[in-house]
């Protein structure tokens, strides 16, 4: 098996992309059997060097996945950098007990990265924060039809397919048309600039601490109405809306053996249990 020397790490800071991408393409792959006998070692012997040489033998499929996103204006060097912090988290995430192949298991690592990098650094004011906008934000562009305004038609469609509503649509195709504006004046007539009408006095400390009270109150009835579900139900509810990645119906029916339209109820059971449970 051939171990990569020190010497041949590609810095990216330190040369042009086009050099980079020559550099790692050079970088051999690594066969299953290589890729489970380095994994030995890095995690049975704590060997760092074993742990590099999955890393290098994988530079390549970061280039490939941060080219997808070189669309939002960012440069693709940026994109590669956090990239390959995401691959090497995912090598230390890494299960080799579950017999996949590190690229399988990286792909989501790589990508998280990178969809982080762009949300926080392609606009001054962030345009996604829940996980429908974060969904539309990487997904719209693709799915609409036509250049301009997203058409009813297809916001409905578009909403369908990513299952959010149509008015998240509607508002993240705005926000992506929609350029940057300056808070300042740029001169005497710039009657639109939030410098022009947003209010200078800070928010009174009084509706600070009411605001502050009222979320917490939603968050301990949210949490309140959910224990009140039973097991299996909880179980549903957390996989199919408390985390990044949702869980399909089809892996719930075949995880408590029942069918896809049985988990189906109990979602909507529970959700509609959870609204009638939670304060207006």
Do not use: C
């Amino acid at each position: 098996m051939t171990i990569i020397t020190r010497q041949a790490l590609p810095v990216l800071s330190g040369q042009t992309l086009h050099g980079y991408v020559d550099a790692v393409h050079q970088i051999p792959k690594l066969t299953r059997e290589e890729e489970a006998a380095l994994f030995a070692r890095f995690f049975e012997e704590d060997d760092l060097e074993a742990a590099r040489a999955i890393v290098m033998a994988h530079l390549r499929y970061v280039v490939y996945i941060a080219k997808q996103y070189a669309g939002y204006g960012l440069p693709v060097e940026d994109l590669i950098q956090q990239g390959n912090i995401g691959l090497m988290q995912s090598v230390k995430k890494f299960e080799p007990d579950r017999e996949l192949r590190l690229l399988t298991f990286a792909v989501h690592w790589i990508k998280a990265e990178i969809h982080d990098y762009i949300l926080k650094n392609w606009k001054l004011v962030k345009v996604a924060t829940t996980k429908a906008q974060r969904k539309l934000f990487f997904n719209l562009r693709k799915h609409k039809q036509s250049e301009g305004p997203v058409s009813i038609k297809d916001a409905r469609s578009i909403a369908d397919t990513l299952s959010v509503s149509e008015a998240d649509v509607v508002e993240m195709d705005q926000r992506l048309t929609r350029p940057d504006q300056s808070f300042n004046k740029l001169d005497e007539d710039d009657a639109f600039a939030p410098e022009a009408y947003l209010a200078s006095e800070a928010l009174d400390p009084s509706d600070i601490v009411a605001n502050a009270q009222s979320e917490k109150r939603h968050s301990e009835s949210l949490s309140e109405a959910y224990q009140s579900l039973d097991a299996r139900a909880q179980t549903i509810i957390a996989a199919r809306w408390m985390q990044d990645e949702k869980q399909s119906l089809k892996s719930l029916a075949s995880q408590f053996g029942v069918s896809i339209e049985r988990v189906r109820q109990i979602e909507a059971q529970a959700l509609t249990k959870l609204r009638k449970l939670m304060p207006n």
